[in-house]
């Protein structure tokens, strides 16, 4: 009989192995922030917040651009017929006038931003200072009074037209019943005057 030979198994490698992570393609790669495009400029835009963001101007200034140059035929070009504003026609109009930017950015913008701010403040506290000291009325108030004064002066006219004047006109003059109605006109600026006097009052603290 022939000689039998073993037969040598393998054993399996048990041992960790580093993971290598599959190089990502092209299709899979996460862009970069700095490969974004930006998005594009918008050629057109629908109130003066937005265009003056762009252009680099504020909406008082626009508007008062609109009113230096009323007339000029290059306005016609800056608004189409739904109002929106051409973005490229202004930045021209503002170069063909030498009209310069202020972007918040820049020191003279930040001047006039930081110069605006503090007239806002000085006008809300001159008028909250005018409040307290009664120089401005409540609409409620104001309604009010006009509303007690009327109804005054027409109880004062039914009580002279309706039966005051009719006994005292009754077979007099025209130059007679002139002077009756003098006399009741009289009585009517005396009412208003005084009503007058109390609207300066009106809202004052005592």
């Known amino acids: 009989m022939g000689t039998r030979v ?3 198994v393998r054993k399996p490698d048990l041992s960790p192995k580093e993971t290598v992570k599959p190089a990502a393609t092209d299709a899979t790669a996460t862009p970069k922030p700095e490969d974004a495009k930006p998005a594009p400029e ?5 109130s003066y917040e937005a265009l003056g963001a762009l252009v680099g101007l504020r909406r008082e200034s626009i508007q008062r651009l609109l009113k230096k140059h009323k007339g ?3 306005l016609a070009q800056l608004t189409r017929a739904n109002c929106d504003h051409s973005v490229p026609v202004w930045r021209a109009f503002m170069a063909a006038h030498n009209i310069e930017a202020r972007s918040a950015d820049t020191p003279e913008g930040k001047a006039a931003k930081e110069e605006r701010l503090l007239d806002e403040k000085i006008r809300k506290a001159a008028f909250e200072n005018d409040v307290r000291e009664g120089n401005y009325l409540l609409t409620a108030e104001v309604v009010a009074f006009l509303r007690d ?4 002066l027409k109880r004062l006219d039914r009580q002279i037209y309706e039966e005051e004047t009719p006994p005292l006109s009754a077979g007099k003059t025209a130059a007679a019943i002139r ?3 003098q006399a009741a006109n009289d009585r009517k600026a ?5 009503h007058a006097e ?3 009052t009106l809202g004052k603290k005592p």
């Open 198 to 200: 109390k609207l300066k």
């Open 42 to 46: 918008p050629q057109w835009v629908s």
């Open 179 to 181: 002077l009756v109605n």
């Open 190 to 194: 005396v009412l208003m005057r005084e």
């Open 72 to 74: 000029d035929p290059a």
């Open 149 to 152: 004064t009327h109804e005054t």
């Open 6 to 8: 073993k037969k040598k």
